[in-house]
T-cell receptor
């Protein structure tokens, strides 16, 4: 079945860039997503990328996709304390979305 | 911006009881989903629903679970004979159409606690 893996924890200093990495197994994935979850809150869609793209930039967010290696990354430039949250990588199959384990980003002031 | 709303935000139920979780998807969306997240674990797909029927479901979605769109706005998840292990955050999501190019928009979730 589909599997999405992420590292569990990342700590960065405020103002630095954060890079959150993700690997997935489903070669038929068409879209890959990044969701943000703050404590006690729902899943907020941050950005997504189509599988025929290799990069997408949206303000402070840059998504890189290496389809050959099935590797996705999310770079957050100038990381702020408000970016502290859990970030989920997810891939879209037929209908369901398969989520990774989530990476907890801690931003140190 | 339109959003998916879920009620209640927290539901506490005795083991063995039935519970109904409610969702109001975004109004022009056609596809509806339920996911759950057991504390500290992954978000897991439960079921997708389109045109008044289930279009895909996971192995988690057994006979204990059912979904319904009772009217033009609500989408419900019913869990019968709740068990302790049903305690989780349940997320509803909707998308305007099928296909990965329309991402699913999630509600804030209902935290279900089974005692």
């Amino acid at each position: 079945g589909e599997d999405v893996e992420q590292s569990l924890f990342l700590s960065v200093r405020e103002g630095d860039s954060s890079v959150i990495n993700c690997t997935y197994t489903d070669s038929s994935s068409t879209y890959l997503y990044w969701y943000k979850q703050e404590p006690g809150a729902g899943l907020q869609l941050l950005t997504y990328i189509f599988s025929n793209m290799d990069m997408k930039q949206d303000q402070r967010l840059t998504v890189l996709l290496n389809k050959k290696d099935k590797h996705l990354s999310l770079r957050i430039a100038d990381t702020q304390t408000g970016d502290s949250a859990i970030y989920f990588c997810a891939e879209r199959g037929y209908q369901k979305v398969t989520f990774g384990t989530g990476t907890k980003l801690q931003v140190i002031p | 911006e339109p959003e998916v709303t879920q009620t209640p935000s927290h539901q506490v139920t005795q083991m063995g009881q039935e519970v109904i979780l409610r969702c109001v998807p975004i109004s022009n969306h056609l596809y509806f989903y339920w996911y759950r997240q057991i504390l500290g674990q992954k978000v897991e797909f439960l079921v997708s629903f389109y045109n008044n029927e289930i279009s895909e479901k996971s192995e988690i979605f057994d006979d204990q679970f059912s979904v319904e769109r009772p009217d033009g706005s609500n989408f419900t998840l019913k869990i019968r004979s709740t068990k302790l292990e049903d305690s989780a955050m349940y997320f509803c999501a909707s998308s305007p159409m099928e296909g990965g190019h329309q991402p699913q928009h999630f509600g804030d979730g209902t935290r279900l606690s089974i005692l």
